[in-house]
């Protein structure tokens, strides 16, 4: 039953906002600590190759430097200890542009910056791969299981049954993560103990890689990440620089901080990959859906694959009877690509929903009736019964809220002085999962007041875990939210999964909340009472004069749930302005609506979600990485080339949630609104860029020039 | 960082006399561009004078025009009664560039004085002729997209930065250099260079010299008058191309056309040919396209920018619509 005094599901501020606005809450480098010393990473200035020399000489004797450490000095290392990208300092082998191939360390970091400039390398070069559009001539099958062809009925065969078909190439460039936070460690060793300060948006899958990196046991390394700056995926998986910093300390015998650049993250933790994407649709006059075939094209890196999976969505998002799915890839010499925020729905989206915007066009239907027409009443890729799906209410509650009904079908007719205005809708989906993980909860009564501490190696991106966490704990122990402490960010704490793939919220506050039943009905068998009515823990604590007690709770998902397909949804719609002599756009509204089961806190989930937004407008209008194919550089390597958009590129932003309890992924309802955030966001851009001029730009970003 | 000393200067003698004595050293204004440059290793002075506190800071009507002093900030000046009300076109060039944060701290001077933003330029991994003569360009065959459509050479394709120098281009305004022994005046089109075979050389300031002002002669351009930038994004974004447009007009007639481009040449480029041929004419769009496409037609792209040639063409004719229009 509701109660007025629950904390889910109300607004409240982040219990945290108060530490991080004063500047008071941590991060990696935050951490004093006597003795420091500071690292610098150098790196390689070719793609390909071999070092044949490195002279360090003049950075050695340099004032400040303690030590220069090669692949010719550094520890011999686990390279399959599971961090990702190679660069551990191991061989002279060089696999991309900007690979790691040394540190500095020196009494200051200026000290560093300044002798790594001394350090001469010379290289064997060979032949570099850097050429994106060359190699996707002649592309390979990818390793990865899961990217094997995907053929359902006739396949991509049907399409010669259709009678309206579109058939086009959509392309995506390279994009780079960039957290505020770049990057950061500090290592401290005690004996054989490793102390690792460092964001990490999975604390025990730093602490286990970086362990069997080092050849160590996870219970030697220790990670404390109770804040980071943004990670957005570049801090999922952790890169080279976090056990290198650990080394730099072993071999100096101090505690060592090692910060990257803002120009060193564009090749030091990943990408997003670029992808060339053919999207075919064949429907009937109707609108029916009768073949999908998407065919993409990506790259990896030479020593390891990731593929963003790029037709996730087109997998479920429509009834359609015959599909094909295939992935082929190129390996480059680039830094590994990596899980970067909606991993393939976000890039895939913008394929498939611009490619619907399309048909609808040639249709001359609306396109939101023919994503209705073609709502598939379980998944399509499985045959598995939808644990719930909002799409369809996400299109018509967010068409009455954005005013649908005054866009003009007819692209290029409403016109405002020299603007052109034009509206698109796009759609999204991202899966609802819950992963293991453990919680303690602590109660204490001191002055007939009980306060309560939750503990798990949880992280919170900057997204609002510790406050959701907090409100969990308070309704599940019938305390105010501040009585609660939230510790996480630490991986002495009880384990936990990570802040990624939209499995924190549901992973954590079940684990919290599973605890706080637990913790409960624990208290209640101590009494030895029966009650009519079931106490809360707080109630519990004070009635009986406890005055500690503790449990801890390791939760699953429920078995059940893999009986369903179970995700998010959600529907975009834009309103662009587009300058019709610069051709420059600005995207006056944007409207997410979500349907992604219980949402825990309406204002950081609103953050959340139009923080998405505002990176998926990004990706449609600014952000590209772009590669000098005779270097393997990037040629656009600081925020003056990479744009991230500003407030002047963006007006109003909304976010609105269906009202859903759909309790079959997990006990809490709760299906995660981190990914989805960002699906679908380009493709409505772009489908109202389209609307506004009449112009379909297939290749993002929609830059001024595209619209000449 | 490459170690340096830091000191200040007492006076603009002073200032001169302690850059002319070291050929590595350098002045710091607001240090927007400086200090990046220190960071990406582009610039390695090795003594830093430091001319914060010397009085270059007045904004003031003069006999001939309106005085604008090194040091005082693109901020104040841009917002400057004085400005805003006599020469609008320079306010709004300036409120188009940057960041408000940078403005707050940029220079008069310094902002003539900044570096292209030529990725290879900055990427000391990278040939550059700007950089490091003899080295070659990057960028000629490269990435380009953001480079150069007028008066490049095969040594450097970069261009210049700035917004506000578009503008004083347009209003015809005059350096004030300070030199060791004495003070010399530098037209505005004779103050940046084109890259040539000497691409290291932004413009003609010799080691040694400061500047202390900049003299903008009085216009009838204020009720007519605009400024177009074309980016990436709608803030904080390098012009792709950029148009200071101002007319001064006899009724309908054009007596004289003051047109700048920014974003596509290694200095403001000056719509001459443009200017020449809309001079005496009336104010039409068929003579501003002419004059566009007159302009436009010794454009010669890059691989990658061959869209600056229309949007060029697009955007001096919106611009001088705008300035018509006033």
């Known amino acids: 039953m509701e109660n007025s005094t629950k904390s889910i599901g109300k607004g409240i501020d982040r219990i945290d906002g108060i530490l991080k606005i004063t500047g008071k809450a941590t991060y990696a480098t935050d951490y004093p600590a006597k003795n420091m010393a500071y690292a610098v990473l150098f790196k390689s200035t070719i793609a390909a190759g071999q070092i044949t020399k490195i002279d360090s000489t003049e950075a050695e004797k340099y004032p400040g430097v303690i030590k220069v450490i090669t692949h010719e000095n550094a520890p011999r290392l686990n390279t399959k200890g599971g961090l990702r990208g190679g660069a551990l300092l191991q061989g002279p082998e060089i696999i991309f542009h900007g690979q790691h191939i040394g540190i500095v360390v020196a009494e200051t970091f200026e000290q560093a910056t300044a002798a790594a400039h001394l350090i001469k390398v010379e290289y064997n070069q060979k032949a570099e791969k850097t050429n994106f559009e060359k190699l996707a001539e002649t592309p390979t099958m990818p390793k990865g299981k899961e990217l094997a062809d995907q053929v359902r009925g006739a396949g991509k065969s049907a399409m010669k049954t259709a009678e309206v078909t579109v058939e086009e190439l959509y392309e995506t460039p390279i994009e780079h993560h960039h957290p505020m936070e770049p990057h950061a460690t500090m290592a401290m060793w005690e004996g054989d103990k490793l102390t690792l300060y460092n964001g990490s948006q999975i604390i025990n899958g730093a602490q286990t890689a970086a362990a069997a990196t080092l050849n160590m046991k996870p219970e030697q390394v220790r990670i404390i990440s109770p804040f980071i700056g943004g990670g957005f995926g570049s801090k999922g998986g952790q890169w080279a620089n976090l056990v290198l910093t650990a080394v730099a300390a072993k071999m100096v015998n101090r505690p060592v901080k090692l910060a990257l650049t803002r120009q060193q993250m564009f090749n030091s933790v990943g990408l997003r990959q670029r992808n060339m994407q053919k999207l075919s649709i064949g429907a009937t006059k109707e609108g029916k859906l009768v073949a999908l075939a998407h065919e993409i094209i990506s790259h990896t890196a030479i020593n390891d694959e990731y593929i963003e999976p790029c037709g996730d969505c087109t997998k479920i998002m429509y009834d359609v009877p015959n599909s094909l799915i295939t992935y082929r890839v190129v390996p480059m010499n680039i830094i590994l690509p990596t899980y970067t925020r909606g991993p393939g729905k976000s890039t895939g989206s913008f394929a498939l929903e611009s490619a619907m915007d399309e048909l609808a066009y040639k249709l001359k239907m609306d396109p939101i009736e023919l994503r209705i027409k073609n709502e598939p009443p379980k998944d399509p890729s499985n045959g598995k019964p939808w644990s719930s799906r909002t799409t369809v209410k996400c299109l018509q509650e967010g068409a009455k809220a954005f005013g649908w009904d005054k866009r003009k079908a007819e692209p290029g007719t409403n016109k405002i002085g020299d603007d052109l205005i034009g509206y698109g809708v796009a759609c999204g989906t991202y899966p609802a999962r819950q992963r293991d993980s453990s919680a303690i909860i602590k109660l204490t009564l001191k002055n007939k007041v009980v306060h309560a501490k939750v503990e798990i190696a949880a992280s919170d991106l900057g997204t609002g875990t510790n406050t959701i966490l907090a409100q969990t704990a308070a309704d599940g122990l019938g305390l105010p939210v501040n009585q609660i402490t939230v510790k996480l960010g630490d991986s002495d704490l009880p384990p936990a999964a990570g802040s990624v793939g939209s499995v924190g919220a549901s992973s954590f506050a079940n684990a919290v909340n599973d605890a706080c039943i637990k913790i409960t009905d624990e208290l209640l068998a101590k009494s030895g009472k029966q009650f009519f009515v079931r106490p809360t823990a707080a109630q519990l604590m004070i009635s009986e004069s406890f005055t500690d007690f503790q449990t801890r709770s390791d939760s699953k998902a429920p078995a059940e749930a893999e009986k369903y397909s179970a995700h998010s949804f959600n529907a975009n719609f834009a309103e662009v302005r587009v300058n019709s002599i610069t051709g420059m756009v600005k995207v006056t509204r944007f409207l997410a609506v979500t349907g992604a089961g219980k949402i825990l806190n309406p204002k950081t989930a609103r953050s959340q979600i139009i923080g998405g937004n505002v990176w998926g407008i990004g990706m449609a209008l600014t952000e590209e990485s772009v590669i000098d194919p005779r270097y393997g550089n990037f040629a656009t390597r600081s925020f003056a080339d990479y744009h991230v958009p500003t407030n002047l590129d963006i007006g109003n932003l909304d976010a609105m949630f269906i009202n859903e309890e759909d309790l079959i992924p997990n006990k809490m309802g709760v299906k995660g609104i981190g990914e989805v955030g960002i699906v679908g966001v380009a493709a409505a851009v772009a489908n109202a860029v389209f609307n506004a001029t009449g112009k379909r730009v297939r290749s993002l970003p929609i830059t001024p020039d595209k619209l000449l | ?326």
């Open chain 2, 1 to 326: 960082m490459k170690p340096f000393q830091f000191i200040s200067a007492t006076n603009p003698g002073d200032a001169v006399a302690r850059l002319t004595k070291n050929p590595e050293a350098a002045f710091l204004g607001g240090g927007t561009n400086l200090l990046d440059l220190m960071k990406e290793h582009v610039s390695l002075p090795n003594e830093i004078i430091d001319i914060g506190n010397l009085s270059l800071k007045e904004i003031k009507a003069t006999a001939t025009g309106f005085h604008l002093g090194a040091l005082a900030k693109n901020t104040e000046t841009a917002n400057h009664p004085l400005i805003r009300k006599h020469l609008p076109l320079l306010s709004k060039a300036i409120l188009a560039g940057a960041s408000a944060q940078i403005r707050n701290m940029a220079t008069n001077g310094g902002n003539l004085l900044q570096r292209t933003r030529c990725s290879y330029f900055y990427d000391i991994s990278m040939p550059c002729n700007k950089r490091v003569p003899g080295s070659g360009c990057a960028a000629l065959e490269g990435f380009n997209r953001m480079h150069a459509i007028f008066g490049w050479s095969e040594q450097c394709v970069a261009v210049y930065p700035s917004d506000m120098a578009i503008a004083l281009s347009a209003l015809n305004a005059t350096v004030k250099v300070k030199t060791s022994v004495a003070e010399r005046l530098i037209p505005f089109k004779d103050f940046h260079l084109l890259p040539g075979n000497h691409p290291e050389k932004d413009n003609s300031l010799a080691h040694g010299e400061l500047i202390t002002g900049i003299e903008i002669p009085n216009n009838s351009l204020a009720a007519h008058s605009a400024y177009v930038k074309v980016r990436d994004r709608n803030s904080y974004a390098f012009a792709l191309v950029s148009v200071a447009a101002g007319l001064s007009l006899n009724g309908n007639l054009i007596q004289s056309a003051h047109l700048a481009m920014g974003g596509v040449a290694h200095k403001p480029w000056r719509a001459l040919q443009a200017e020449d041929f809309l001079k005496g004419k009336p104010a039409t769009i068929a003579n501003f396209t002419k004059a566009a496409e007159l302009e436009m037609a010794s454009a010669k792209a890059l691989p990658n920018n061959r869209f600056k040639i229309e949007m060029g063409r697009k955007t001096l004719i919106n611009a001088l619509q705008l300035a018509f229009k006033g």
